[in-house]
């Protein structure tokens, strides 16, 4: 969309004015954006969010109270982000993808003072439709595929799909898949980055 089209919204509660919201977001007292973060159509940053530096908040998003964005983090279209998660920098959330924040929510019974932390660790990616049941942190860089139910704690690099999600191997921190050799090393296709897989995790080493 042409830039020209986008209106810059300023209002008293929000202590950085160097974003652009659309006409129709909505963004409560408290809230801090950082400078270059865009928020499309109909969407709903609620009080106390913090948003950092050039995040991109898609259409029809909710972001609940008290949540943490930090840079360039993705947020596509139809995503709710409730209190309790966090996410690092440079975390993609995929279409529709969804968070909870209750283990086990009943209408009748409140329980806001038992809402979960997950944290979705820097460089994370996941897919569309993907669910991620409360408490469960996404490591760095993990990809989680399209329609996962994520209903363990997620280690950095690994890839994960299926219901309920099961790892499936590893990725680098562009995106694809590792090939190990019998020593343990991989290299990623398109960096070059060099990779080792020992005592089932993995590490960058160059």
């Known amino acids: 969309m042409d830039s020209k089209n986008l209106k810059p919204k300023t209002k008293q509660s929000v202590t950085n004015n160097k974003y652009f919201a659309h006409e129709t ?9 950082g400078e270059g973060t865009k928020i499309w159509h109909f969407s709903h940053i609620m009080p106390n969010c913090i948003l950092g530096k050039k995040c991109n908040i898609g259409q029809n998003v909710v972001i609940s109270p008290d949540v943490v964005l930090g840079s360039n983090v993705k947020v596509q279209n139809n ?19 969804v968070f909870t924040n209750i283990i086990n929510p009943r209408s ?9 932390k997950t944290t979705v660790k820097k460089g994370a990616s996941i897919g569309a439709n993907a669910t991620i049941v409360c408490g ?28 309920p999600a099961k ?3 590893w990725v680098s921190q562009y995106g694809h898949r590792l090939n190990f050799d ?25």
């Open 108 to 116: 009748a019974v409140i329980r806001r003072d038992e809402y979960m």
């Open 182 to 206: 019998n020593t343990g090393n991989a290299t990623c296709p398109e960096s070059k980055q060099e990779y080792k897989l020992e005592n089932g995790s993995v590490k960058l080493i160059a």
């Open 79 to 97: 995503v709710s982000i409730y209190t309790g998660v966090i996410c690092e920098d440079d975390v993609f959330l995929g279409p529709s993808m």
């Open 25 to 33: 977001a909505v963004i409560d007292k408290g809230c801090t954006i």
């Open 136 to 163: 469960n942190d996404i490591g760095e860089y993990a990809f989680i595929g399209a329609g996962a139910v994520v209903t363990k704690e997620i280690f950095a690099y690994s890839l994960w799909v299926g219901n």
């Open 167 to 169: 790892q499936i191997g």
